[in-house]
C-alpha cells in the first residue's frame, strides 16, 4: 500500500525541527530511519499530516565520552554505529553484546537509536538495555527541556512520555561501576526477528564477593520492559553462587504478564523468560568476577 498524503520537510537545524513539531502537534511525526515509522504509514496504521525528517540535522548524531566515564549517544545515531563503535564496546559491553540481535544489518544501518526507544516495542531490545543501564533521555521541545530516566520514559505498548511537540535529542549512560558484569540475551525465531523473551542483566559485586546490587530486565513479557525487583533484593548481599541465582528468578512469575500470540505462548515465554534471566545472571557475574575471583 501507499501512505496517506502528506506534507514533507527536512530541517537541517534542531530549532527548525522544533518549530514544526510545536506548529504540527499530533498530526506531525519524526522521520529518523523510517525502519517503523514507514512501514507503519504505508499499511495507514500512521497517518501523519506533517512529517519531519530529522536526518539532516547533523548535531544529533554521535557518540561521546561523558566526563562521569559513561557515554552521551545521539537520539539519530544508527544502531550499526553504536554496534560498531570502540567507545560503546569499552564502557558498554551490554549495548554491543545485545546491539546485532536487532533485526539485520540493513535495518541497523538505518535505524537509530532514539527512534527504537521513542517507537517502544516491548519486544524491542533497546528499550530493556535503556533501563538496565540506568539511561537518562533528554527530551526538547521549543519552550522547554527536560532529562526522563529510562524507568519513566516508557508508559504502555508503543507508548512514551514524549510530548507530541517533543523531540529526543539524547541518550546519557553513566558508567558502569568497578566489579560490574553483564550480559544480554534472547530467544527469536529467526535470528533478526523480533524476541519471544529476553533478558539484559547486570551485576555489581562488593569488595568481598557478594552480589553488592544487580538489575534484570526482561522484554517481550509485558506492555513494556520489565525490571525485576524480586531479584535485585533476594541477591542484595547473596552469595554469587548459581544455587542463590537459580532461587531468585524462581520470583519472576509474579512480576510478568507475558502475551499468548503467533509466536509464541504465555507459557512459553514464562519457560524461556526464567532460563534467560538464570543465564544471564550467571554470565553478569563470571565477567564481573574477572579479575577478582
Ligand atoms: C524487518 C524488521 C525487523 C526489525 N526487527 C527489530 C528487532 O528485532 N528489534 C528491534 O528493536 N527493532 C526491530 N526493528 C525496528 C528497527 O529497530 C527500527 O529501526 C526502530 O524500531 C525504529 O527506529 P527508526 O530510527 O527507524 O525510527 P522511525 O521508524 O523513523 O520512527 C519510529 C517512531 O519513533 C518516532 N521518533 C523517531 N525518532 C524520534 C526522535 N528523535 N524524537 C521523537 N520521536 C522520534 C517516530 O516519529 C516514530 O513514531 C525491525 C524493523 C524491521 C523493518
Redesign the pocket.
Known sequence: MKPAPFEYHAPTTRDEALALLAEGGFDA???????????AMNFRL?RPALLID?NRIDD?SGIRPADDGGVSIG??TR?RAVERSPLIAERLPLLAEAMP????PQ??S???I???L??A?P????PALSLALDARLRLQSQQAERWLPAAEFFLGILTTA?EPE????EIAIPALPPRTGTAFDEV?RRH????MAGAAAVVTLAEDGTIAESRLVLLAVGDIPVPIRSVTQALRGAQPTEDAIRAAVESIDAEIDPPTDLHATAAYRRYLVKNLARSTLLRAVERACQPIC
Request: without cysteine; proline residues 2%; glycine residues 14%.
Open positions: 511525526k519524526v522521520l529518523a530511519g523510517g525502519q517503523s515509522l514507514v512501514p500512521a530529522v544529533l537520539a539519530l544502531q540481535h536487532i533485526a539485520h535495518i541497523r538505518r535505524g537509530t532514539g527512534g527504537s521513542a517507537h516495542d519486544a524491542a531490545e533497546l514524549l517533543e523531540l529526543l535529542v527469536a533478526g526477528d523480533y524476541a
